[in-house]
């Protein structure tokens, strides 16, 4: 699954404005990796990469046309999946009311429990971020078919202006969507981007988790759970968390402790909930 990034203030990110598929940068081909010198492509050589012997793989010279077969496969698969899934919701009542009162919020899950946001945004307009890379492009493809707008970013550099442009997409009605052991872990460690952005819009933080009675897992860093068709998902929403708006460092670092504590026990809960 493409990985999803948790905004961050170090000053080495970098951040695209957001974009949907519409408006998403083409493939800088000057990007790609070019063989170097002595692996030229003459009747004798197998190209970069290739040990001498090794059979090249069938889909390779495919890979290009696959990987943009990819996103619409996807989104019709994924769509397809939803209709089968038998939804229950718990806790979720103060983030409907709020967001009946037309007040947007940050939901907060951990990265392997991805797959849900379009269910519970459920058409509402939301912002998440996502890599630079080929994996985020897909991201990009796949969750603007359910009306998610993302932020394209990477740990480079830039770190202020990609903060201020989700801090903007909030400002004019989007929900923000953050996975705080993104993009590649630690698994299940909270980074503290998402209390710095509560802090800077004023917005609460809505933790979240899912489990499904029937999944599989990818064999990614985080096990990303895909619900199996037919399966019963659980979503259990937590209480509400607030950072203060004039929060020391202290009071930020015990606001991501606490997030981290409350997701770990909701993933603890509606596990244990469907596999009861």
Not at 31 to 54: Q, Y
Not at 60 to 77: C, H, N, S, T
Not at 95 to 112: C, K, P, T, V
Not at 249 to 268: H, I, K, P, V, Y
Request: proline share 9%.
């Amino acid at each position: 699954m493409a990985a999803v990034t948790e905004p961050d203030l170090e000053p080495e990110m970098t951040i695209d404005p957001p974009q949907t598929p519409a408006t998403a940068a083409p493939v800088n081909r000057s990007d790609r990796v070019h063989p170097g010198p002595g692996s030229g492509s003459g009747s004798g050589s197998r190209g970069a990469g290739t040990s001498p012997g090794k059979k090249q793989p069938w889909w390779k010279p495919y890979r290009k046309r696959l990987a943009g077969l990819a996103p619409p496969l996807l989104r019709v698969l994924l769509r397809l999946l939803r209709w089968t899934l038998r939804v229950e919701y718990i806790g979720a009542d103060a983030l409907r009311d709020r967001w009946a009162r037309g007040e947007q919020a940050i939901i907060s899950f951990w990265h392997n429990r991805l797959l849900m946001l379009p269910v519970v945004a459920d058409g509402r307009p939301v912002c998440i971020m996502v890599s630079r890379h080929r994996d985020g492009e897909i991201a990009t493809n796949l969750l603007g078919a359910w009306g998610v707008t993302t932020v394209r970013g990477s740990a480079s550099r830039g770190a202020v202006t990609g903060f201020l442009r989700l801090v903007d997409a909030y400002r004019h009605g989007h929900n923000l969507a953050v996975l705080p052991d993104g993009p590649r872990g630690p698994r299940y460690v909270a980074k503290p981007g998402v209390v710095h952005l509560a802090k800077a819009v004023g917005g609460p933080i809505y933790p979240m988790a899912y489990a499904a009675t029937r999944a599989w897992r990818l064999r990614s860093w985080d096990r990303l759970i895909v619900p199996l068709p037919f399966a019963r998902v659980l979503i259990e929403v937590g209480e509400p968390l607030a950072v203060p708006p004039h929060a020391s460092a202290e009071q930020l670092e015990d606001c991501r402790s606490e997030l981290e504590r409350r997701l770990a026990a909701l993933t603890e809960d509606v596990d244990t909930r469907v596999a009861a």
